[in-house]
């Protein structure tokens, strides 16, 4: 005897009428959760990337995935030419430029 489950339930093993369906609510409910806080916000942020990096223009100033900064010199197909110092220049690859930062940063 038990007082926190009823005999009758507990023997009979009787099970909801919306036993079959709520697993698969659930499921549905968990996929729709992960669709809006996970995957919905990675695709507008690439979207955001890719637009920045398709609007990018030489001397603009730039920092990269690693934290270089620089100042566009050159824009080629999959490769910008990032100045880094007077006479100082590097090649790396679009889309390791992170972000443009304001300009006049590199003077400061």
Do not use: W
Not at 49 to 66: F, K, N, P
Request: positive net charge; glycine residues 12%.
């Amino acid at each position: 005897m038990n007082g926190l489950i009823p005999e009758a339930y507990a023997q009979a093993g009787a099970a909801s009428p919306g036993g079959q369906l709520a697993p698969l609510l659930m499921m549905v409910l968990f996929i729709v959760i992960f669709y809006f806080l996970l995957i919905r916000p990675q695709q507008k942020k690439a979207k955001e990337h890719q637009a920045m990096l398709s609007a990018l223009s030489v001397g603009d100033e730039v920092v990269t995935v690693g934290g270089i900064l620089g100042k566009v010199s050159a824009i080629g197909e999959g490769v910008v030419t990032l100045e880094v110092a007077k006479d100082v220049q590097i090649k790396v690859q679009k889309f390791q430029v992170s972000s443009l930062v304001p300009k006049g940063t590199l003077k400061g």
